[in-house]
């Protein structure tokens, strides 16, 4: 369906460097850190930033130099972009009318999905009267009604309390059902609970491309570090380990030690910088040979700082 082929841009002091990947009716999420290059991968999908080099295409059409408004791709950008002078009723109208759709048509399209995003209560109102989660319906529905052939969404719910960010996100598996997504997040809980293809960009550059399982097998370091693993080397050898894959235990015997070693066992032991109490679990800092190791445990493990612990790796990743 969608297909980048060697894509790059420079962009003010950033350059997006040889993406290519291939999208099909799926929901795609494009994760990565902040500046990584997101944004600027989905502008240039739709047009908006036009590509130094590569190529652009859509059901083996090249749309590489094609206007955005012949695309026919809805983009909902971080800000939502709705016009305050504006109601919700004629936000979302606006394109329609850009397009000379008839009123009777119009406003057909416009209950319905006022329906479906459960906004019908709020088409009067004006955006500064709306919560963030309105806003983002409301943004939705004027991308929407158009019936795009695919939906590009910037960092759609980073504006959002987190109390309303589930109901967004089931919100939006409905609506993948209508119309493919490419959804571009630095959130990883977003990214495993929507993608069905996950992109992984770090600095401008496409680094995976895959299922939920590029999350259990990071191809590479730069990857690795950004999905949270400890970096470790063993015997010559740099691994990669989740944080609920290193087990600590409290070390009861008096002697043990009070620095970070490995014994004759090849038993390793690290001492406890901190640790903060989430409730049902416990994310505890543990120094390791010159280094920090990040560990997950369970909600009864009583620990405090400048305690000695035994340190073993389960589910190591050679990287």
Same mark, same amino acid.
């Given at each position: 369906?969608?297909?980048?082929? /060697? ?7 950033? $350059? ?29 999908? #739709? ?28 983009? +909902? ?45 709020? =088409? ?11 806003? $983002?319906?409301?943004?939705? #529905? ?10 590009? =969404? ?13 109901? +967004? ?21 977003? #990214?495993?609970?929507?993608?069905? %293809? ?7 550059? =496409? ?24 970096? +470790? ?6 691994? #990669? ?23 004759? %066992?090849? $038993?390793?032991?690290?001492?406890? /910088? ?9 994310? +505890? ?6 280094? %920090? ?27």
């Amino acid at each position: 369906m969608l297909k980048l082929e /060697n894509v790059s841009k420079s962009w003010k002091e950033f $350059q997006l460097k040889n993406v290519s990947f291939e999208l099909r009716d799926k929901y795609c999420v494009i994760l990565g850190p902040s500046g990584a290059g997101k944004s600027v991968i989905i502008q240039c999908i #739709a047009g908006i930033l036009d590509v130094d080099n590569g190529k652009i295409y859509y059901d083996d059409e090249d749309i590489t130099d094609l206007k955005p408004e012949l695309r026919n791709f809805g983009y +909902v950008p971080q800000n939502y972009a709705l016009f305050p002078n504006m109601n919700v009723y004629k936000n979302i109208k606006y394109g329609m009318t850009i397009r000379n759709i008839g009123k009777l048509t119009a406003d057909k399209k416009i209950k319905d999905i006022a329906e479906f995003l459960n906004i019908s209560h709020i =088409l009067e109102r004006t955006p500064k009267t709306l919560s963030g989660g309105e806003q $983002q319906r409301t943004a939705l #529905a004027r991308a929407l009604v158009l019936n795009p052939k695919l939906l590009l =969404l910037d960092e759609p719910t980073s504006a959002l309390d987190i109390h309303i960010k589930d109901t +967004v996100m089931d919100e939006l598996k409905k609506i993948s059902e209508l119309t493919p997504v490419i959804h571009i997040t630095h959130d990883f809980v977003e #990214a495993r609970t929507l993608g069905e %293809n996950i992109a992984i960009v770090i600095d401008g550059e =496409l680094n995976d491309f895959g299922t939920k399982e590029i999350f259990k097998k990071p191809k590479n370091e730069k990857i690795a570090k950004f999905l949270g693993y400890n970096i +470790v080397s063993e015997n010559n050898t740099k691994l #990669a380990i989740s944080p609920e894959n290193v087990k600590i235990k409290a070390v009861e015997n008096t002697n043990a030690p009070k620095s970070t070693s490995t014994n004759l %066992n090849n $038993q390793k032991y690290g001492i406890v /910088n901190g640790f903060i109490d989430f409730g049902y679990y416990k994310t +505890v800092s543990v120094s390791y040979n010159n280094k %920090n190791l990040k560990c997950i445990c369970d909600e009864d493990f009583d620990i405090k700082s400048g305690d000695s612990v035994s340190i073993d790796f389960e589910n190591m990743i050679r990287i």
